[in-house]
């Protein structure tokens, strides 16, 4: 049971558009802290995807885009690509567990 | 760029002691900037955070609520390096590890990058 919560799987075809939620309370997201993104090849570590709601590392496509509103936040993908197949995930930090916090993932298949 | 390079036993016995270490390169355990952390990813946890050394002056760990009573993290200045201990661990505590840096702290957050490669422990007798 994480404690931010995630859809366990979504899913789309090549060249549609998804989006993966994350929904916090107001010990993290809705306290203000920042959400981030990222993107789980299968068998490696997880990479930074988006920083600070809604910003792109260097080298990472424009398909991607983070918000946040409230106590939630949310990754879209457009123009969806095989090799974005992959586990997501979200992050903040948590004030009454003085601690950084994730969701639980989201595979992403790609029809 | 900042390379993590983690090593230690997969396989260790209930009740034991899990020890892992992250080796740094690129960067400094003594930064004053980082914090070097451990994270590990299991199907019934997702991922989750454990907790954190860095140095501000003086050196200074945070741990999550869930390990706080089990688990050390301690720098090598040495070696640039950082290690994790998990006491008394149970068939729960089976996991990937995860080293991770935490580049620097805003007063909103902050994100993990890179990390190391993982190690997958499984706590079995």
């Known amino acids: 049971q994480s404690v931010l919560t995630q859809p366990p799987s979504v899913s789309g075809a090549p060249g549609q558009r998804v989006t993966i939620s994350c929904t916090g309370s107001s010990s993290n997201i809705g306290a203000g802290y920042n959400v981030y993104w990222y993107q789980q090849l299968p068998g490696t570590a997880p990479k930074l995807l988006i920083y600070?709601?809604?910003n792109r590392p260097s080298g990472v496509p424009d398909r991607f885009s983070g918000s946040k509103s409230g106590t939630s936040a949310s990754l879209a993908i457009t123009g969806l690509q095989a090799e974005d197949e992959a586990d997501y995930h979200c992050q903040s930090y948590d004030s009454s567990l003085s601690g950084w916090v994730f969701g639980g993932g989201t595979k992403l298949t790609v029809l | 760029q900042v390379q993590l390079q983690q090593s230690g036993p997969g396989l260790v016995k209930p009740s034991q002691t899990l020890s892992l270490t992250c080796a740094i390169s690129g960067d400094s355990v003594s930064s004053n900037s980082a914090a070097w952390n451990w994270i590990r990813q299991s199907p019934s946890r997702g991922l989750e955070w454990l907790g954190r050394?860095?140095?501000?002056?003086?050196?200074?760990?945070d741990y999550a609520l869930s390990v706080k009573s089990r688990i050390t993290i301690n720098p090598d200045t040495s070696k640039n390096q950082f290690s994790l201990q998990l006491n008394s661990v149970t068939p729960d505590d089976t996991a990937v590890y995860y080293c991770a840096r935490f580049p620097a702290a805003g007063p909103l957050g902050g994100w993990f990058d890179p990390w190391g490669q993982g190690t997958l422990v499984i706590v079995s007798s």
């Open positions: 600070d709601n809604s």
């Open positions: 050394t860095y140095y501000r002056s003086k050196w200074y760990n």
